[in-house]
Structures are given as structure tokens and as C-alpha cells.
């Protein structure tokens, strides 16, 4: 497994811990969306991660992919993280792009949007710092569903799939423990969505 690239010299705020409360942004990322698109994720200047491990073990377990994980796997992952920084309206990733990273946003906003033939972009979600997207190109080889673009500068904590996949290679009892929540996860999606069918089936009747 290659090595993350050094951190580079930063300022004065390199040091400040962001104050957010994690939420998640469900639905953005890995779904099949019918293009034959497959060109790779934008490339960013990455950085080894800054935050403090246990900073980074606690935003992971708040990620429904990873809650259900002992600590000692949220460390190991917590130590793939690197830092990627974006500034206003850069681009993160496309749609129809090939999924290989998953995105904790630190500090600034991200813009999740599609592009509407005849009309432009059309803004999806407007996510801030303690959000996260993308989690579920760690484990599919589905292309990205909708654009993602720096609404705000922003510092993103990165997962590359590349890594898990080496880690979970290595590490045969966290692979197995990720597989299940994996399921449970998409169990819940699939369950909410069938919630939210039902939902409206019953309503249009009257």
C-alpha cells in the first residue's frame, strides 16, 4: 500500500478544531444512474489528515456505514484519512464518475447539484462542515449520481477506496464486521424507501 504524500506547511489556522455536530447526506453517491461516463474523480493537492485521531474516530462512528464498528477498527480507518482542500466552485467530483472516495467535510460547504439539459445546474443539497457523502463508493463500483463542487472553500477528510481495500485485505475480522453493516445499511435505505412508496401510494388515493 503506497504511502499518503507529507503535509504540506500551513498557516495559522492549521491548528484550530472546527466545531460541528455530524450529520448525514443519504442518497448522494453510488447509484447506478444509466451512463456509460466513467472518468475519474477530480484530482486535489491531499495532505495527511490534521484533526487529532480520536476527533476522527468519533466523526467516522457517526456515519452509519461505520457505527456499528468496535473503536479499534474506527482507528484503523481513521489512520487512511488524508485532508483535501477545494476552493469556491472547484469541482470534487462529477456526475457519471467512477466512485473512489469518501468525504467528511471539515470546514466550508459543498454543493451537490445534476446538470439539467435546457436549464443548467440544479441544486440538490447544500451540505456544511460535519456532513459526509460518497461512503458508499467504498464498497460499490457504482458511478457517482450528481455533481459535488465547493460551495464555500472547504478542507475535506478523505477515504480512498484503495486503502480500505488494502486494510480490509489485511484485516479479515474488520472486513467481515464491515460486510454486515454494509447489509444493514442498505437494508435500512431499502426499507425507508419502500416506507416512503407505501406512503405515497396510501395518500394518492385521496
Known amino acids: 500500500m503506497s504511502e499518503p504524500p507529507t503535509q504540506p506547511e500551513g498557516g495559522a489556522d492549521d491548528d484550530v478544531e472546527p466545531e ?4 448525514e447526506a443519504s442518497g448522494v453517491g453510488g447509484v447506478p444512474i444509466g451512463t456509460d461516463v466513467a472518468v475519474s474523480e ?15 474516530v468519533e466523526l ?38 467512477q466512485g ?12 451537490i447539484s445534476r446538470t439539467v439539459p435546457g436549464m443548467g445546474e440544479e441544486a440538490l443539497a ?4 460535519g456532513t459526509h457523502f ?7 463500483d457504482f458511478p457517482r449520481s450528481a455533481d459535488a463542487r465547493a460551495h464555500e472553500a472547504c478542507k475535506l477528510f478523505v477515504v480512498r477506496k484503495e486503502d480500505m481495500e488494502d486494510l480490509l485485505f489485511v484485516d479479515r475480522d474488520l472486513a467481515y464486521d464491515l460486510l454486515w453493516s454494509f447489509v444493514r445499511t442498505l437494508s435500512g435505505r431499502l426499507r425507508e424507501t419502500n ?5 405515497m401510494a396510501v395518500t394518492s388515493k385521496f
Open 20 to 23: 460541528f455536530e455530524l450529520t
Open 42 to 56: 477530480q484530482a486535489a493537492i491531499p495532505a495527511r489528515s490534521t484533526i487529532p485521531p480520536e476527533k476522527a
Open 60 to 97: 467516522l462512528s457517526k456515519i452509519s456505514l461505520f457505527s456499528a464498528l468496535q473503536p479499534s477498527y474506527l482507528r484503523r480507518i481513521a489512520n487512511l484519512g488524508i485532508e483535501e482542500d477545494y476552493a469556491l466552485n472547484d469541482i470534487i467530483f462529477k456526475e457519471g464518475a
Open 100 to 111: 473512489d472516495k469518501m468525504y467528511l467535510i471539515l470546514s466550508g460547504a459543498v454543493r
Open 126 to 129: 447544500v451540505l456544511r462542515a
Open 134 to 140: 460518497g461512503e458508499m463508493a467504498l464498497i460499490d
Open 195 to 199: 416506507d416512503k412508496m407505501t406512503f
